[in-house]
């Protein structure tokens, strides 16, 4: 039975903080560019993407893997400043979705709600707002965690502080770089986020409508190899519907899976255990 929340799927809302983000991207027109400026927007991109598909996905999702409360904290923390909410939420709201995958239930379904809704119009829905803490009981029972879910936008502001004064710094200890604080809060904060926003955005949309099928799962999910490499292995989408406890989603050698890999190393010094492959039943599965 659907929630109050769930039954306002498609209805249509509006944020204006997710505007903000949006409009705050001009900001790099009237600040200097240069390999600074393009350094802090990968380094940023590549650890909210990574904490975001290794973290709120893999990890608090599905627990693919298995680490510690103290690096379990580490990876909640560097996802809630991707200002993405936090993972209790995420990770309630991706459970439902793999429970009414594509089906009326799914409140971000493009087959029943359309590509917009799917990708960017059910955030905006504050009715989804809430979180259902009764679907991630393994993690709720953690204050800090719960902590992160009543504050979820606090550690995104406080890194849009710390990335100001980083670039404050370096502008005073070595002026020659061309680094400024403003640089690195445009580049750094609003645009790479809003770069992390729409490449995960897009898993729920266009890798349920672009790509293609090896297994003959009962939803829309597709392999999309452009998604695959901007979101570190999240678009080998139709892989992970088939197997979705696997902490692998690139299941062929060139299904490039970037979390994957960083997990194995932080696997190596001991960060995480319990990694999870798929079985070779499934890796030999074709469609019929």
């Known amino acids: 039975m659907k929630t109050p929340s769930e039954k306002s799927a498609g209805r249509p809302g509006f944020s204006i903080p997710l505007l903000?983000?949006?409009?705050?991207?001009?900001?790099?027109?009237?600040v200097?560019?240069?390999?600074?400026?393009?350094?802090?927007?990968v380094l940023m991109y590549v650890l909210h993407v990574f904490a975001l598909?290794?973290?709120?996905?893999?990890?608090f999702s599905h627990k693919?893997?298995?680490?510690s409360r103290t690096f379990q904290f580490v990876l909640a923390l560097l996802g809630t400043?991707?200002?993405?909410?936090?993972?209790?939420?995420?990770?309630?709201?991706?459970?439902?979705?793999?429970?009414?995958?594509?089906?009326?239930d799914d409140v971000h379904s493009p087959r029943h709600h359309g590509f917009w809704w799917a990708h960017i119009g059910w955030v905006m829905n504050r009715q989804l707002c809430e979180?259902?803490?009764?679907?991630?009981?393994?993690?709720?029972k953690y204050p800090e965690l719960l902590w992160l879910n009543r504050h979820p936008y606090i550690p995104a502001f406080a890194l849009a502080i710390l990335l100001l004064g980083a670039g404050s710094v370096l502008?005073?200890?070595?002026p020659t770089l061309g680094v400024s604080g403003w640089q690195f809060v445009f580049y750094g904060f609003f645009l790479s986020t809003v770069a992390v926003y729409h490449v995960?955005?897009?898993i729920n949309s266009v890798a349920h409508l672009h790509g293609r099928r090896r297994y003959d799962v009962a939803d829309d999910s597709r392999n999309n190899w452009v998604l695959g490499l901007v979101a570190m292995g999240e678009g080998w989408h139709n892989n992970h519907h088939r197997y979705a406890v696997s902490t692998r989603q690139g299941f062929q050698w060139w299904e490039i899976d970037l979390s994957y890999w960083i997990l194995r190393a932080l696997q190596r010094v001991g960060l995480v255990w319990g990694i999870r492959e798929p079985p070779r039943s499934v890796l030999t599965e074709r469609k019929p």
């Open 64 to 67: 693919t893997y298995q680490t």
């Open 20 to 30: 903000f983000m949006h409009l705050a991207c001009a900001g790099v027109f009237f």
């Open 171 to 174: 502008n005073l200890l070595f």
């Open 81 to 104: 400043t991707a200002a993405q909410r936090d993972p209790l939420w995420w990770a309630s709201h991706h459970r439902m979705h793999h429970m009414n995958s594509d089906t009326e």
């Open 32 to 41: 200097p560019g240069g390999w600074p400026a393009f350094f802090i927007f």
């Open 131 to 140: 979180t259902d803490l009764n679907r991630v009981k393994d993690f709720s």
């Open 53 to 59: 598909t290794a973290g709120y996905h893999r990890y």
């Open 200 to 202: 995960t955005f897009c």
